[in-house]
């Protein structure tokens, strides 16, 4: 086992992957920004070392600054958490090359499903169903005669997407061309590579993703699934397991066809297949996220096991010790992410100093968070401070203690958008369910009037 990991991330995250090492007893480096000197996971870490400035190209995406403080103090392999290098083949393979384990897949893998239209190939060749699509956009009179082909709502995806950037629906077909440009010109502009793929647009679908745990020795094995349909602008705001939509039947389906996808890459570690779920239930394949995810929480209250801990110990060349057939979602798990922004003033970000805070407690009851009272939120970096996570016996008591969970939480000094999740789990189609992709924008238009 590591004795000592240098953890490149901040926030909640870092704070996460901290208290992991610490039960672990591995001792812990943190990076951080000149903005984040009086961060949580600063305090925390054994080790702190300031890495440049707050931009985050001057600091958490400054790989070699990250990678000199890893070999100077001695560290053996490197935690990215979530978004930031996670997902960045490059850093993987610079980590490698020094010598520091990364703490994910390897870097020729997390290229590959980088590369969502090499992935949704590569699936559909492995006999993973995928949507009706077009693999790659070349020419667009021939890409606009396969989208009459399929028929109009059509979505437009960059292949080196992420974040939402590079996405575009298309409702009709004069839309087309203007659509493509302008989404092949903001991927160029944002990740430097404008190819696009088509696929049909979906509606009356849930998102629903598989986590998955592959180790070294080639055990690849499924957590279960979150439904992580309530998201707007690709950001999610409340993420659940298990997915009410789902028999035992389909989810098993669903759950081989992630272990499938898994194993066609030769994965390791800790990964998310997603998927788009219809309401004939049958299910597509959209992309494989090679990474820790911010909704983890839920899987770990529904399947008991600390998926953190587990990345670092696959890592390590240590075998996953569950089988498939250990593995049983038990209960319902709920998580509300807490962004500091003003969901009445188009969910303008909200900073400044946590005047008062109390976190609500008791029995499954998790709030993940690196914030503290006095603490001021910095205003470079993303605006979720925060994510309330809840497990009970079944649904209906899971949607009771979050609601309850949420009314006791405060924070002042910053807008957030609690009361806004708290009137989304009122309303009847979170309470029943079937709420869909495109229940959140729709909610809104009538929230903010
Ligand atoms: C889709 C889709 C329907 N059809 N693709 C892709 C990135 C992810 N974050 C959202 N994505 C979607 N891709 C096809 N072919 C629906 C979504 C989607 C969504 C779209 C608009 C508004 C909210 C959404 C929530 C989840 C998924």
């Known amino acids: 086992m590591f004795s000592k990991i240098l ?84 850093f993987a393979q610079l980590c490698e090359k020094c010598g520091i384990k990364f703490i994910g897949p390897h870097w020729s893998v997390i290229a590959k499903m980088g590369d969502k239209d090499e992935a949704r190939r590569t699936m559909k060749g492995a006999g993973v169903p995928v949507v009706p699509g077009l693999d790659e956009i070349g020419d667009i009179a021939e890409a606009k005669a396969f989208a009459a082909a399929i028929g109009y709502p059509v979505i437009v995806k960059a292949s080196a997407g992420g974040g939402g950037k590079g996405i575009r629906i298309v409702r009709k077909e004069e839309d087309f061309e203007n659509a493509v440009r302008a989404a092949s010109a903001e991927a160029q502009s944002a990740f430097g590579n404008g190819k696009c793929y088509l696929e049909k647009y979906l509606t009356d679908v849930k998102h629903v993703e598989m986590q998955i745990v592959a180790d070294e020795a080639g055990n690849v094995v499924c957590l279960g699934e979150r439904d992580c349909s309530m998201q707007r602008r690709n950001q999610k705001l409340i993420e659940e397991s298990p997915c009410v939509l789902l028999t035992p039947e389909v989810r098993k389906e669903m759950a081989d066809a992630a272990v499938l996808a898994a194993r066609t890459v030769g994965y390791t570690n800790l990964g998310t297949v997603e998927f788009l779920l219809d309401k004939d239930k049958k299910f597509y394949f959209m992309e494989m996220n090679t990474r820790l995810q911010v909704e983890h929480p839920v899987t770990e209250y529904v399947t008991g096991i600390d998926v953190v801990k587990w990345q670092i110990r696959i890592a390590a060349g240590i075998e996953f010790i569950y089988k498939q057939e250990d593995i049983r979602l038990r209960g319902c798990a709920i998580e509300c992410r807490i962004n500091s922004e003003d969901a009445r003033m188009n969910f303008r970000p909200s900073c400044g100093r946590i005047s008062l805070l109390h976190i609500p407690g008791g029995p499954w009851v998790r709030f993940d968070t690196a914030i503290y009272q006095d603490y001021t939120i910095p205003p470079y970096y993303d605006s979720m401070i925060g994510k309330l996570i809840v497990y009970a016996r079944d649904r209906t008591e899971a949607i009771r203690k979050m609601q309850a969970a949420l009314a006791e939480l405060v924070i002042e000094g910053v807008q957030t958008n609690a009361e806004l999740s708290s009137d989304i789990l009122a309303s009847d189609a979170f309470k029943n369910g079937s709420y869909c992709t495109n229940f959140l924008d729709a909610f809104l238009k009538e929230y903010v009037k």
């Not at 001057?58 to 403080?69: E, K, P």
């Open 7 to 90: 953890i490149a991330n901040r926030g909640e995250i870092a704070v996460r992957i901290i208290r992991a090492c610490n039960e672990m007893g591995i001792r812990t480096v943190a990076v951080y920004s000149e903005a984040d000197a009086e961060a949580l996971h600063v305090s925390l870490a054994d080790e702190s070392y300031c890495i440049g400035p707050a931009l985050l190209k001057d600091s958490y995406l400054n790989m070699t600054a990250i990678i000199d403080v890893a070999i100077a103090t001695g560290c053996q392999a490197i935690h990215p958490g979530y978004g930031l290098l996670s997902e960045n083949p490059r």
